[in-house]
């Protein structure tokens, strides 16, 4: 048995060559086909064409059938085989069907086995069905195709599809569209694979693991009851202490702890005898002299009734003191008149608002305060933002048009530039033309710093104090199914002056003496006596 060779067969008309004696004929070849069943594989795209080529064999066989090595009696009888395979570097023309990696979609056997004879017509009439049956092929590998790029290969369980409902939170609204520099799509696939998802606590941490790539503190997951309290936070009440806490003033480098700034009257701080002034060295045995207020924050609220330890230094004494949670309705903003010994020109009356936060009551809390000061005669303002850690964005918009009597407020801005411009009119101005003094200290961010900065690039107050937190980002918070939810970094702000304040901050006018207080009662004791360390000329204080 001798293998004479191969040819691709694109002609009704075959030549096959012999080397050893050539010959050319023509054949009807008689076609058995076989279709295996379909076979799926994971892939995206999938690309089909279908070669066939003819191999056969000559033999020489006696007149019983066997086989014999004499050409002289016997007749040569030709098996014919076609060998169809799949392959992605055939020319489409050639019919020839290819799947992506080379993994064979069908397998397709055709058997010929003919004697070798003239029938040019028949053979033609054979071809259009192997041709009509090959284009048929094509269009079924076609719909195969599709279907392989649209079906997932496994079966997505509900934690999966939390994780998934968080991945597309983060590709829809985060700021970057780069994603630190990753391919967010190839993330998502990994996790999938590779992730543990078996049970509440894995998917979160899965969630905490994807947030945490993007290497942007202020985008972060949070539990439901955590949202829950946050929600509620901005809506005007918290579930906590009572405690408002920032830096302790000229803790430049090191620092013993956390500082209250107030305690809520009637909050669990409060009746626990903790008062401004209290150096927080501890939050459930955990230090703080190294934490930050929004971990602090987050450490000190929590669902209502439950307990937190807290180590509280008051002067030389230290106490330790175990406290329960519950819910504190809060006041953003609280007023003081401080009359100034001194001639009428020296601004005898400064109106004091301290404005410790942007819930949804904050702008119409000012307006009030702003409101009662006026109605005792008071000549100027002070606006305290010290130690705001911002709250809701359209607060903080609402409350610089209360100052400003037209201009920009800020540009928000997203990886392609200025997206949108806050401006105001006039018509919603209070106090546009009083004179006005602005405290900021590196508390100060976000909303409180917008505010800070509309106020002094439209140059409508001088601004005292120490650089701002610089926090130039904008977050957006977003509720997952199943009560979860995202802070998502949804764009970057710029001030009037195009200034991106991003971990830079508000740069103020003036200092402050380190030993200025931050209660109502102290300000107006540093303005009133002049021997005190604290001391700040009223004249100094609105110089532009």
């Not at 033609?124 to 599709?146: D, E, G, N, T, Y």
């Amino acid at each position: 048995m001798e293998v004479l060779s191969s040819a691709t067969s694109t002609y009704p008309r075959f030549t096959l060559y012999n080397p050893k004696k050539p010959f050319s004929s023509t054949f009807k070849p008689i076609i058995i086909s076989q279709v295996h069943p379909w076979k799926y594989f994971p892939g995206r795209n999938v690309e089909a064409r279908l070669l066939c080529r003819i191999s056969y064999k000559r033999t020489n066989l006696d007149e019983s059938g066997r086989c014999s090595s004499s050409d002289a009696h016997s007749k040569p009888e030709f098996w014919f085989r076609t060998l169809c395979g799949l392959n992605k570097s055939f020319p489409s023309q050639s019919g020839f069907f290819a799947l992506r990696h080379g993994h064979p979609l069908w397998s397709w056997k055709t058997s010929v086995h003919q004697k070798v004879e003239s029938r040019p017509q028949k053979i033609r009439q054979h071809i259009s069905v192997v041709f009509v049956r090959l284009v048929v092929a094509m269009l079924l590998v076609s719909s195969a195709s599709v279907a392989l790029s649209s079906t997932p290969s496994w079966a997505l369980s509900e934690e999966n599809l939390l994780f998934l409902e968080a991945w597309r939170t983060i590709d829809r609204a985060y700021i970057d569209k780069t994603f630190n520099g990753q391919s967010w799509f190839r993330y998502r696939e990994d996790a999938l694979r590779n992730e543990p998802m078996n049970n509440r606590e894995e998917t979160y941490t899965a969630i905490r693991k994807m947030l945490a790539t993007l290497n942007d503190p202020f985008t972060r997951f949070l539990e439901p009851e955590k949202f829950k309290s946050l929600r509620s936070g901005t809506q005007g009440s918290l579930t906590g202490v009572g405690l408002s806490i920032g830096y302790p003033p000229g803790s430049e480098g090191s620092r013993a702890g956390l500082v209250v700034i107030s305690a809520a009257p009637g909050g669990p701080a409060n009746q626990a005898g903790i008062s401004s002034g209290d150096i927080i060295l501890e939050i459930d045995n955990t230090s703080t002299e190294s934490m930050g207020i929004y971990d602090a924050a987050e450490r000190l609220q929590g669902p209502e009734g439950s307990a937190v330890e807290l180590t509280i230094q008051t002067g030389p004494e230290i106490k330790h003191l175990a406290l329960t949670r519950a819910k504190v309705s809060l006041n953003p903003v609280k007023s003081r008149l401080c009359e100034i010994p001194g001639s009428e020109k020296n601004y005898l009356k400064i109106g004091y608002i301290k404005l410790a936060s942007f819930n949804q009551n904050a702008s119409t809390a000012v307006k009030e305060a702003i409101d009662t000061l006026r109605s005792n005669s008071v000549n100027a303002f002070v606006l305290d933002l010290r130690d705001n850690s911002g709250g809701l964005f359209p607060e903080g918009i609402e409350t610089a048009k209360i100052w400003l009597d037209k201009g920009v407020i800020v540009y928000i801005c997203d990886s392609r530039g200025v997206r949108d411009i806050y401006d105001t009119d006039g018509s919603s101005a209070v106090a546009p033309s009083e004179p006005l003094a602005v405290l900021v200290n590196k508390g100060t961010a976000s909303a409180s710093e917008i505010l800070a900065g509309a106020l002094k690039d439209n140059k409508r107050a001088v601004l005292f104090g120490e650089p701002t937190y610089g926090k130039g980002k904008i977050q957006s918070v977003f509720q997952l199914s199943d009560g979860s939810g995202l802070a998502v970094t949804v764009a970057r702000y710029e001030t009037p002056a195009h200034n991106d304040i991003d971990k830079v901050g508000v740069i103020p006018d003036h200092p402050l003496p380190n030993s200025f207080p931050k209660d109502d009662d102290g300000f107006c004791g540093c303005l009133q006596d002049s021997a005190s360390a604290c001391y700040v000329n009223n004249v100094k204080l609105f110089s532009k």
